[in-house]
């Protein structure tokens, strides 16, 4: 797909400010109660970003705020500093609950750029940024970062960049202030981690915007549970930020891949051999496409990006041996020599109490070759149908001190993306559909004889159509989708959005309109959640829940 170079750049933010407020009403209306005014076309100003997701549940016990990054960007000088936890909220490293919130401003033009925050190494947010109205907006992101809160116990080196341009030309500089705000757990009490959701150590791989390749990791002798997470991005503006347009290299277009067309997997391995898969997710930034899409609701995830995790713990036997081993992650469908992705990678290690050794062995282990097949037919419209599948299973045990422990990763991967375009890509359509269905099966846990059994199924959509017309007019109709269901919670966030504008003018004459939804909704027992966000021109004109 051509998409021009101004359209395919802009920032995209996550602001919980109309979550705050509780607004209930069916369609949103103004502080005094009549309907917002739309107007006929995009303006010098618009509502600052805003999305449907939830807010973080915090609990009501009393917090602390440290400060931890504040900087102005407008190049790729990194913020270093030094964070020091809170001791007035608990003993460190036994909080109830951390919470990360970035707030930032930026006006006059920019691109969206693409940041990351590390503590001590650790990356505990990976981001990227709006594109600011003429006038300027600010916007806001929140993530519940208790995880990490082991990495959060002790004072760190603190490392933060979102690398920016500043010219005559791009002239707006990204105001940024890092907050996190600590809870302390209950009078007497020592809060309880759900599902041993918080490890004992976070080992980091890699820098903050980097490909993980020969890295050595040394993880406790006493490992009984083993994640890795990768915040797997393609981006830089060009083909791998739009990787599911890349083509095979007998078809006509302007992004050419390798044999494997628009296939994309990121793999971890160990010592060379095969550990996990997963799908990429395809994250749209606040420029792609059309960046009126996403003026005021961002796609999906793009302002906290979701790491893809892989459960590592059939391989905990051969990582506890006290040695060095290396771990690569990589994106398996990328041509040979060309760069666009980055995927640092933390090791979530949760260890043995009572042990100070524990053994076991992999026991059994499959992964199939990717079956990957790519159909192109020429003519005055071009297509390529490509489809894709990996199947993936290991299995291995733990004599831990609670018993021996045996787990399970099954993990299926699918791909199917239609591309179609006319020769001179004015007319040029994308559908694309992704699943990532992972299931981790434990045994033995507390010499128990029943299984335990975890499902993660994802399901990403993706619909766009493009259009340049005579008039050199973009249109632009995208349909995207998140969907998730995981041990009997049901989440679906879908974005809808139709936007033109005037391509090759100055801003002010590009005449742009634009409506965009988005639909969030949760579902599982005892839990409901549904919030619908509508704009027109930039103007927020629906709020609605259902719950």
């Not at 269901?485 to 634009?514: E, K, N, P, S, W």
């Amino acid at each position: 797909m051509t998409i021009p170079h101004n359209a395919r750049r802009a920032g995209r933010t996550i602001t919980l400010v109309s979550a705050a407020l509780g607004l209930t009403l069916t369609a949103f209306t103004t502080a005094a109660g009549a309907a917002p005014t739309v107007p006929s076309e995009f303006g010098t100003d618009y509502h600052d970003p805003v999305t449907a997701a939830p807010p973080i549940s915090t609990p009501h016990t009393r917090s602390c705020e440290v400060t931890v990054a504040q900087a102005k960007f407008k190049d790729f000088t990194p913020y270093t500093g030094t964070y020091t936890p809170p001791t007035a909220c608990g003993t460190p490293g036994h909080w109830s609950k951390v919470v990360l919130r970035l707030d930032g401003s930026v006006a006059g033009r920019q691109y969206d750029r693409l940041g990351y925050l590390d503590i001590g190494g650790v990356q505990i947010l990976r981001t990227s940024t709006p594109e600011p109205s003429q006038d300027g907006i600010d916007w806001s992101v929140e993530k519940d970062v208790t995880r990490y809160e082991k990495t959060l116990s002790k004072s760190r080196s603190v490392d933060m960049l979102i690398g920016n341009v500043v010219n005559d030309t791009y002239t707006g500089i990204l105001d940024v202030k890092v907050t996190l705000t600590f809870y302390a757990p209950e009078p007497g009490t020592r809060p309880a981690k759900a599902g041993g959701s918080v490890p004992d150590q976070v080992i980091p791989l890699s820098d903050g915007n980097s490909v993980t390749t020969g890295a050595k990791l040394t993880t406790p002798r006493n490992s009984e549970r083993i994640l890795a997470e990768v915040y797997a991005t393609g981006s830089g503006g060009g083909c791998e930020e739009f990787w599911y347009s890349a083509v095979t290299p007998s078809a006509s277009y302007s992004c050419q891949g390798g044999d494997d067309g628009p296939y994309r997997e990121v793999q971890v391995t160990i010592d060379g051999k095969l550990a996990g898969i997963a799908s990429p997710y395809p994250n749209i930034w606040t420029g792609g496409w059309s960046p009126y899409l996403w003026s005021v609701i961002p796609s999906p995830t793009a302002f906290d990006v979701r790491p893809l995790e892989f459960d590592l713990t059939p391989f905990a036997a051969l990582l506890n041996d006290g040695r060095a081993h290396t771990v690569d992650v990589t994106v398996a469908g990328v041509p040979a020599g060309q760069t666009g992705w980055s995927a640092p990678t933390n090791i979530l290690v949760w260890q043995d109490a009572h042990k100070s050794v524990v053994t076991g062995a992999l026991t059994s282990y499959k992964a199939t070759d990717p079956a990957v097949t790519n159909t192109y037919a020429d003519g005055s419209t071009r297509t390529l149908d490509t489809t894709g599948s990996r199947h993936f299973t290991a299995t291995g045990y733990l004599n831990t001190s609670h018993g021996r422990v045996t787990t399970t990763v099954d993990r299926r991967l699918t791909t199917a993306i239609t591309h179609t375009w006319t020769p001179d890509e004015t007319t040029d359509n994308q559908k694309g559909r992704w699943t990532d269905d992972q299931t981790v099966r434990t045994t033995g846990a507390g010499g128990g004889r029943h299984p335990v059994t975890s499902h993660t199924d994802r399901t990403y959509t993706l619909d766009g159509r493009s259009t340049i017309d005579a008039d050199n007019r973009l249109r632009v109709i995208m349909s995207f989708g998140d969907h998730a269901r995981i041990d009997g919670v049901r989440l679906d966030d879908t974005y809808d959005g139709d936007a033109t504008f005037t391509l090759g003018v100055a801003r002010d004459q590009r005449h742009a309109v634009a409506t965009t939804t988005e639909h969030y909704r949760l579902r599982g027992p005892g839990l409901c959640y549904d919030r619908t966000l509508g704009t027109e021109q930039g103007v927020l004109t629906k709020d609605g829940r259902s719950c």
